[in-house]
């Protein structure tokens, strides 16, 4: 069974940085792109990032491009997004999700629970 | 970036009902189009890719059509468990949008 945990969601003031990971278990995660899909609270669904198998090919939505890196250890079957320079409007809640392919295609098959990430003074 | 535009953003209709919920592109997006379901509290669920390529285990009243820039989601007849928000997204291009959503209610 697949199963995807996110954590590492807070508080987080303006200016700040903060590092999710999304441990991975049911299946050959190196096999696998990853994303990383956010839904501010109340609002629709944002891609934001996404990794290939690999992890040799990245891309991300222009609203967090140099500000958020996405990686991942295939040697521990862990997904990362590490977030620098938050603002308001990175408040939501944080899902990772399986891609259906192991070069990115962006769509996501699984999806963890999510992790709610609040950034406010 | 591609808008991806869902009509109606919201519906209401009754348990056997068939509903049709439209998704629009602002360009060709060819058929790298996928359709979600999200429940309340709950992460999205992937029902259709590519346009009307069904999931494993996603009821066979769900069905998607269409290419090009315009995509529908019908639901043959609905059940109590259909009540849910949807959302279409483009796999074209980066970023990979996704529709703003159609919440379908009970009537």
């Known amino acids: 069974e697949v199963q995807l945990l996110e954590s590492g969601g807070g508080l987080v003031q303006p200016g700040g940085s903060l590092r999710l990971s999304c441990a991975a278990s049911g299946f050959t995660f190196s096999n696998y792109a990853m994303n990383w899909v956010r839904q501010a609270p109340g609002k629709g669904l944002q891609w934001i990032s996404a990794?290939?198998?690999?992890?040799?090919?990245?891309d991300y939505a222009d609203s967090v491009k140099g500000r958020f890196t996405i990686s991942r250890d295939n040697s521990k079957n862990t997904l990362y997004l590490q977030m620098n320079s938050l603002r308001a409007e990175d408040t939501a809640v944080y899902y990772c999700?399986?891609?259906?392919?192991?070069?990115?295609?962006?769509?996501?098959?699984?999806w963890g629970q999510g992790t709610l990430v609040t950034v406010s003074s | 970036d591609i808008q991806m535009t869902q009509s109606p953003s919201s519906l209401s209709a009754s348990v056997g009902d068939r509903v049709t919920i439209t998704c629009r592109a602002s360009q060709s997006i060819s058929r790298y189009l996928n359709w979600y379901q999200q429940k309340p509290g709950k992460a999205p669920n992937l029902l259709i890719i590519a346009a009307s390529s069904l999931q494993s285990g996603v009821p066979s009243r769900f069905s998607g059509s269409g290419s090009g820039t315009d995509f529908t989601l019908t639901i043959g007849s609905l059940q109590p468990e259909d009540f849910a928000t949807y959302y279409c997204?483009?796999?074209?291009?980066?970023?990979?949008?996704f529709g703003q959503g159609t919440k379908l209610e009970i009537k």
């Open positions: 999700a399986k891609d259906y392919g192991r070069v990115v295609t962006a769509i996501g098959d699984y």
């Open positions: 990794i290939s198998g690999s992890g040799g090919s990245t």
């Open positions: 997204q483009q796999s074209y291009s980066i970023p990979h949008t």
